[in-house]
């Protein structure tokens, strides 16, 4: 029949659209109900359209501080990941030494380890150390499990690059410090650009780790927790909207960049 050979012919195409769907339905929903008008402090069922909310964002008290500080929190993990975690990617792949295959593999423990299990050991760690938990454990806490995602994206990278331009580099007199700044971090730029933005949203987003080495300190994701208990204001739902669109459009520049300099190294 027609229909059946179009869909086996579709059928892939078909799926990844309901995936895609599927994935982004949640952000829909709450991109709706930020224009919501709820009649109680639950935002969860649709009552009539209003914009009141986009107008005073920050008018729930201490959101906007507690989203500023997951900010803060989110850039300095995101740097210190991204500057160790590229480090010791080009030390995995360029470099020959002693235990070399255990580290690889303890890599990847933060990774398939149940965030549950590192929260508590950090708290531990911070506990018998006699550190005051706070900005400064939380910000320890997101490197350290940030870092693997961050050196897997990068390594993946490394390993993929060819070292005979490297090595035309330096058939042309540049030194070392010219070699890795003009050859080879342009080239594993894009690596240590997706492990960057990997680790902000990872840090940005974190709940579990943060709340166990949180203190006093509460982030954004701890402010959406404790508001859920009493009533969600639809505040929430905006800060949700302006990211998902902000995620979006740096997706889309990332995109229009590299299909830019594709079509000008084509002859």
């Known amino acids: 029949m027609p229909v059946l050979r179009w869909l086996r012919r579709h059928l892939i195409v078909i799926a990844g659209l309901l995936t895609l769907a599927y994935m982004i339905l949640p952000n829909i929903v709450v991109m709706v109900f930020s ?59 360029r470099y020959r030494f002693r235990a070399r295959g255990a580290i690889n593999s303890l890599i990847f423990l933060p990774m398939a380890m149940p965030e549950v299990v590192m929260a508590a050991s950090l708290l531990t760690l911070f506990l018998n150390m006699g550190a005051q938990l706070g900005f400064w454990t939380i910000l320890i806490a997101h490197i350290m499990f940030c870092l693997s995602f961050v050196v897997t994206a990068v390594k993946a990278r490394v390993m ?57 300190t509460v982030t954004f994701p701890m402010f959406v927790w404790g508001s859920a208990q009493r009533g969600t204001p ?15 459009l740096v997706v889309l520049a990332g995109q229009l960049i590299a299909n830019r300099r594709k079509n000008n190294v084509r002859p």
């Not at 900010?71 to 160790?84: D, N, P, Y």
């Not at 894009?190 to 949180?214: K, Q, R, V």
């Not at 929430?236 to 909207?241: L, R, S």
């Open 35 to 93: 224009f919501n008008k709820p009649n109680g402090r639950f935002n969860y069922s649709w009552q009539r359209f209003s914009v009141d909310a986009w107008k005073d964002p920050c008018g729930v008290a201490d959101m906007c501080g507690s989203l500023s500080l997951s900010l803060q929190i989110a850039v300095w993990a995101t740097v210190g990941a991204t500057v160790l975690g590229t480090m010791i990617a080009f030390a995995l792949v």
């Open 234 to 248: 639809v505040q929430i739902n905006v800060i949700g909207t302006a990211m998902f669109i902000i995620a979006v």
């Open 160 to 216: 993929s690059m060819d070292p005979r331009l490297e090595e035309a580099a330096r058939d042309l007199y540049a030194g070392p410090v010219q070699t890795f700044v003009r050859v080879t971090l342009p080239i594993a730029a894009p690596g240590i650009a997706a492990g960057a933005l990997l680790a902000f949203a990872l840090s940005f987003d974190d709940f579990i780790i943060t709340n166990f080495n949180a203190g006093s």
